[in-house]
Nanobody, 124 residues
Framework: QAQLVESGGGSVQAGGPLRLSCVGSGYSYNMYFMGWFRQAPGKEREGVAG????????YYADSVKGRFTISRDNAKRTLYLQMNNLQPEDTATYYCAAARTPASVLLPGGYNYWGQGTQVTVSS
């Protein structure tokens, strides 16, 4: 049974960093695209960043380009999201997800497995 477990969320002041991690199990991890999504209260879930199975290609939402970096360590079955210069508008629950062949890496509809989410709160 596939499982994704996120960690690393928390509260931070504007301008500060956080690093999220996500460990995958129960599926062929290195054959799946991985993505980070977020959802703020009252808003739709949105794609933040994505990465190809081997890690050679990365994708970012315009709102996080230059601030967030996605990476993966397939040997550890772990996905990362380094978030720098966090802003209050980054406050949300962050989810990692896995997709075998997503139609679009930054759209949630094509993802097969989801984590339970980790909360990120940025105060001004």
């Amino acid at each position: 049974q596939a499982q994704l477990v996120e960690s690393g969320g928390g509260s931070v002041q504007a301008g500060g960093p956080l690093r999220l991690s996500c460990v995958g199990s129960g599926y062929s991890y290195n054959m799946y695209f991985m993505g980070w999504f977020r959802q703020a209260p009252g808003k739709e879930r949105e794609g933040v960043a994505g990465i190809s199975p081997g890690g050679s290609s990365t994708y970012y939402a315009d709102s996080v380009k230059g601030r967030f970096t996605i990476s993966r360590d397939n040997a550890k079955r772990t996905l990362y999201l380094q978030m720098n210069n966090l802003q209050p508008e980054d406050t949300a629950t962050y989810y990692c997800a896995a997709a075998r062949t997503p139609a679009s890496v930054l759209l949630p509809g094509g993802y097969n497995y989801w984590g339970q989410g980790t909360q990120v709160t940025v105060s001004s």
